[in-house]
């Protein structure tokens, strides 16, 4: 059966999976340089089983760390400048940028002031996060943020609560100031309750309550070069440290589609890293199954490999009901029960299935896969 856990793990606050500790790392700006590039591989081998995930929030989850392994792990990130310190000031860092932000535009400028008052905010439940998407058009649509600074559909900024479709006009130098009373109005009014800012259903403040659209959003970024440099990407949102540490000593900017830029990066062909924007892969969803989470009754990402050409459109397949990878539906559903794969179409993970009780065997005959013994 499957637990739906209601936080979310940072740093100070890991989270038991099948494999151990899980211990979340939030840099800042969504940017690892060089130098810590190295350091987060030598720490995530010395401490953990070398396996590092890409979260839909743009962060990066050290997998495989024991009990014992955890503090000096902990200490290590500190060092270089990935952890805060303080677990208090470490839990208020859920900041999602725009990663094609440019030193000193609006987005790089509103972040770092965010940053630079992190104390003034109030502590907010776990899974509330905040949003600078402060470029010419909207990239991070549909992407985590209750409290978003998003480009205003006539020009300028607007902030705007999660759940609502419209905002008030703020500017870069006001902006922080904006998101710091939406903070405290949220949870002076029982936003805490809630859980979400999209489940709060109380009316915003006067002064929020603003009728400016959100710009039209621009389509999120595709592997292959950017004016940035290189956009790879990561299947499965997993990648194993020494490749991530082969992408220094360019720095590298986080996404939360399970892709990467390398600055100033041109297309090396790295192992384990997708450079064809047309790879099947990138239109997986696989969490990380049997034996990763104890949830898991079946495996996913082999299949997954298996499969993913096949099939047309999405592909999700998820190791139980509670569906982690994936919340939307995919025009394939496979979600593991006792052992088996159910399969549903046009379905996210749990539906009714159109079958049910598959082997992997099955769906591999279902599908026509004809090659899988060579991956
Ligand atoms: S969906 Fe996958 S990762 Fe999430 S609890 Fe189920 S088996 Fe674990």
């Known amino acids: 059966m499957s637990q739906i856990k209601g936080w979310c793990p940072d740093a100070w606050h890991p989270m038991a999976a099948g494999d151990g500790l899980l211990v979340r790392v939030r840099p800042m700006m969504g940017r690892i340089d060089g130098a810590q590039l190295a350091g987060l591989r030598d720490a995530a081998l010395a401490y953990g089983n070398g396996l590092i995930d890409l979260t839909s929030r743009a962060n990066l989850q050290i997998r495989g760390v024991s009990e014992q392994g955890w503090e000096p792990l902990i200490r290590r990130l500190i060092a270089l400048g990935l ?31 965010w940053a630079d008052r992190l104390a003034e905010f109030p502590d907010l439940p776990a899974k509330v996060g905040f949003a600078i998407d402060a470029g ?8 985590a943020g209750d409290f978003r600074i998003e480009p205003g559909a006539q020009g300028g900024l607007i902030l705007r609560a999660a759940g ?25 009014c029982g936003g805490r309750e809630a ?19 959100t710009a039209t959003p621009i389509l999120s970024l595709r592997p292959g070069q950017h004016a940035l440099g ?28 399970r892709m990467l830029i390398a600055e100033g990066a041109e297309g090396r062909a790295i192992e384990g890293l997708l450079q064809d924007p047309a790879d099947p892969l990138l239109r997986v969803d696989a969490c990380p199954g049997q034996p990763s989470c104890p ?27 509670k569906g982690c990878a994936r919340s939307a539906p995919a025009a394939l559903c496979l979600t593991g029960r006792e052992g088996r794969y159910d ?33």
Request: a neutral charge.
């Open 230 to 257: 290189f956009i790879y990407g990561v299947p499965f949102g997993q990648i194993d440290a020494a490749t991530l540490a082969e992408l220094a000593p360019h720095a590298i900017r986080l996404t939360p589609w």
């Open 136 to 143: 010419s058009a909207p990239l991070l649509t549909g992407k």
């Open 295 to 321: 949830q898991a009754s079946v495996e996913t990402r082999v299949l997954a490999r298996q499969i993913a050409p096949y099939v047309n459109g999405r592909l999700h397949i998820s190791g139980c009901a």
């Open 164 to 188: 609502r479709p419209t905002g008030v006009a703020v500017t870069r130098s006001d902006a922080v100031d904006a998101l710091l009373a939406l903070a405290h109005w949220f949870v002076a």
């Open 195 to 213: 859980g979400r800012m999209m489940r709060h259903k109380a009316a915003l403040p006067d002064w929020a309550q603003g009728d400016v659209a």
């Open 83 to 113: 952890v805060h310190a303080d677990p208090i000031m470490e839990a208020r860092r859920a900041l999602l940028v725009a990663p094609d932000w440019e030193a000193g535009d609006d987005t790089a400028c509103i972040a770092a002031q």
């Open 343 to 375: 399969l549903a179409r046009h379905a996210k993970a749990g539906a009714p299935p159109q079958r049910a009780g598959l082997t992997h065997s099955d769906i591999l005959a279902h599908l026509g896969v004809t090659d899988a013994a060579c991956l």
